[in-house]
């Protein structure tokens, strides 16, 4: 839970404090749901974070290597 989260909770008169994980990760989900149905009502393609070594950071950072649209 982040300290901006239950600061809010606290201060508009949630003292459940057992509750604050629950809603951080219920606004969470929400949050990428949206991102999704927006993707699906504009025909937009699937979003996937591409899977990189170490090493291949590395090269990135020194210009060694492009970054690929795969």
Avoid: I, N, Q
């Avoid at 008169?13 to 604050?20: H, S, V």
């Avoid at 991102?35 to 591409?50: H, I, M, N, T, V």
């Amino acid at each position: 839970m982040d300290a901006h989260s239950g600061a809010l909770l606290l201060h508009y008169g949630l003292k459940e404090y057992e509750f604050y994980t629950v809603l951080f990760g219920v606004s969470r989900a929400l949050g990428v749901l949206a991102s999704l149905c927006w993707d699906r009502a504009l025909g937009l393609s699937l979003e996937r974070p591409k899977s990189v070594t170490t090493e291949w950071m590395k090269e990135f950072v020194e210009g060694k290597v492009e970054a690929s649209a795969d």
